[in-house]
């Protein structure tokens, strides 16, 4: 009876999981282990709760109870995961693989190896871990992770060989934003500039994008349209002190010393520690001491 009643806790708990009420989760998910201490699931279910609460240390010794009681792959897979957000990438990595010798198909624990490899700079394995991905689902998060990587590497044309592959679908502005970085590290600034704008289109008050659309315009030496850009990123976010600093590098390179100062002027008075508006600033004080 004890372990019906733990079950029905454990289930109920996972239902307040899932809908953020966390105090509601673990008072649940405490009751179903007084009744049931080797229930394995909610033994996982509260190394999940610690995890969500950024508890890594407290999650893996939930994770490992669970694992000793049965070692299912996906127990392994999110105690993986506590070591790797605790920066413990050699256990992180091995407990995945233990997840895979289990069940070679266990798509979380090729994704979770796949991220890893991508965070420590095992690119060469993130490369292969993620092409496997694709291979098997052909599912576009896969292949913006694969040309992600790419990017990393600098191998433009192969991120862009890959972006390309992804089938045209509303909501693709994560893949024309990548296209239009790849497209501008080539120098082909035309085809950048359009590949920012199909980006911009779905979400025109994204500012990394809008910004990324300006330099593109200042590369080409189209000074008004970068500036019209970077005005609209101020107009949307008034206190960017970095969008400030970045007009003041436009007009000091124009010639525009009074725009420059000022510029350089508001982003300090934001931000006094900003290291690129204190270089820019000392750079415009020695040009004026040298007339």
Same mark, same amino acid.
């Given at each position: 009876?004890?372990?019906?009643?733990?079950?029905?806790?454990?289930?109920?708990?996972?239902?307040?999981?899932?809908?953020?009420?966390?105090?509601?989760?673990?008072?649940?998910?405490?009751?179903?282990?007084?009744?049931?201490?080797?229930?394995?699931?909610?033994?996982?279910?509260? /190394?999940?709760?610690?995890? *969500?609460? %950024?508890?890594?240390?407290? +999650?893996?010794?939930? @994770?490992?109870? !669970?694992? &000793?009681? $049965?070692?299912?792959?996906?127990?392994?897979?999110?105690?993986?995961?506590?070591?790797?957000?605790?920066?413990?990438?050699?256990?992180?990595?091995?407990?995945?693989?233990?997840?895979?010798?289990?069940?070679?198909?266990?798509?979380?624990?090729?994704?979770?190896?796949?991220?890893?490899?991508?965070?420590?700079?095992?690119?060469?394995?993130?490369?292969?871990?993620?092409?496997?991905?694709?291979?098997?689902?052909?599912?576009?998060?896969?292949?913006?992770?694969?040309?992600?990587?790419?990017?990393?590497?600098?191998?433009?044309?192969?991120?862009?060989?890959?972006?390309?592959?992804?089938?045209?679908?509303?909501?693709?502005?994560?893949?024309?934003?990548?296209? /239009?970085?790849?497209?501008? *590290?080539? %120098?082909?600034?035309?085809? +950048?500039?359009?590949? @920012?704008?199909? !980006?911009? &289109?779905? $979400?025109?008050?994204?500012?990394?994008?809008?910004?990324?659309?300006?330099?593109?315009?200042?590369?080409?030496?189209?000074?008004?349209?970068?500036?019209?850009?970077?005005?609209?990123?101020?107009?949307?976010?008034?206190?960017?002190?970095?969008?400030?600093?970045?007009?003041?590098?436009?007009?000091?390179?124009?010639?525009?010393?009074?725009?420059?100062?000022?510029?350089?002027?508001?982003?300090?008075?934001?931000?006094?520690?900003?290291?690129?508006?204190?270089?820019?600033?000392?750079?415009?004080?020695?040009?004026?001491?040298?007339?």
């Amino acid at each position: 009876m004890d372990k019906e009643k733990a079950i029905e806790l454990n289930n109920k708990g996972a239902r307040y999981f899932l809908n953020e009420a966390f105090d509601n989760a673990l008072e649940c998910y405490q009751q179903a282990l007084d009744l049931d201490p080797t229930n394995s699931s909610v033994l996982n279910n509260l /190394g999940l709760f610690h995890q *969500q609460q %950024k508890s890594y240390k407290t +999650a893996l010794e939930f @994770f490992d109870k !669970a694992i &000793a009681v $049965d070692s299912k792959p996906t127990y392994l897979v999110n105690s993986g995961n506590a070591l790797a957000m605790m920066g413990i990438y050699p256990q992180a990595r091995q407990r995945y693989l233990q997840a895979l010798q289990q069940d070679r198909q266990h798509q979380s624990a090729r994704v979770s190896l796949a991220q890893l490899a991508t965070h420590t700079g095992d690119y060469d394995e993130a490369v292969a871990m993620w092409k496997k991905l694709v291979a098997a689902n052909n599912d576009a998060s896969y292949m913006i992770q694969l040309a992600k990587v790419y990017m990393k590497i600098k191998d433009w044309e192969k991120a862009l060989q890959q972006l390309h592959s992804i089938p045209a679908a509303a909501g693709d502005k994560l893949a024309w934003f990548l296209i /239009g970085k790849c497209e501008f *590290q080539l %120098k082909n600034h035309g085809l +950048a500039g359009k590949a @920012f704008k199909m !980006a911009l &289109a779905e $979400d025109p008050d994204h500012i990394e994008i809008r910004q990324h659309l300006a330099i593109n315009y200042l590369a080409m030496g189209e000074w008004e349209e970068g500036i019209r850009h970077l005005s609209t990123i101020l107009r949307l976010e008034p206190q960017n002190y970095q969008v400030m600093t970045e007009l003041a590098v436009v007009y000091l390179g124009r010639g525009d010393r009074k725009k420059a100062a000022d510029w350089l002027k508001n982003a300090l008075q934001l931000n006094p520690d900003f290291s690129k508006a204190l270089h820019y600033k000392s750079i415009l004080e020695q040009s004026q001491g040298g007339e």
